[in-house]
């Protein structure tokens, strides 16, 4: 059966596959089924709005039940920033409760400096963080799942390990930073892996 995820990102793809296949669930990319899916507003303001709105979208355009995600990083000394912005947090201006995009077209490496720089200075023990990772799968007759999962760890004085994305060389669970995690290893404890474990026990009821 072919689900089609509501992203292009290959690790990402490569994570899902790794859990949902087992299932009998083949999940496809727009990009490799050959078709272009529209460019959506993610104005929501929760982790799970946001999914929901592009895996409804991939649904409507392919008529394939569709699994999108919403994930980032809450630190918890920037009163949870970047959160749902985790993606353009370098693009941002902050203003109170209002956020600003700068259209600065920020990438993965704006964004680890700018962490950093904010939290220059501050002790290990207030550098606490975790990972939030929310999952939608919305099937063409209507029917939601909606999963999630989140990952506790603390920010790093500087990147350690190439694998991963994101601000994984940043985040450190176990004494050792996401950027060192491979595969399945990362699997066992990360916000996307236990939100994936939680989606395919929600799918095995119903497929």
Known sequence: MDFI????????????QRILSPLGINVVTAKMLGITLPEVVEDGDTFEANAKIKAESACKITGLPA????????????????????ARFANIEIHGDECVDNEKNADDEDNNNLLLEKLQGVAENDRTAYYVCAISCIFPDGKEISVRGECHGIIGFERDGNAGFGYDPLFI????????????????????GKALRSLAEELKKII
């Open 5 to 16: 995820l509501a992203t292009n990102n290959m690790k990402k793809l490569a994570e899902m």
């Open 67 to 86: 699994i999108a995600d919403d994930s980032g990083l809450c630190v918890d000394y920037l009163g949870g920033y970047p959160g749902i912005y985790s």
């Open 173 to 192: 669970i176990n004494g050792k930073s996401f950027g060192k995690y491979e595969g399945e290893e990362k699997d066992k404890i990360s916000h996307r």
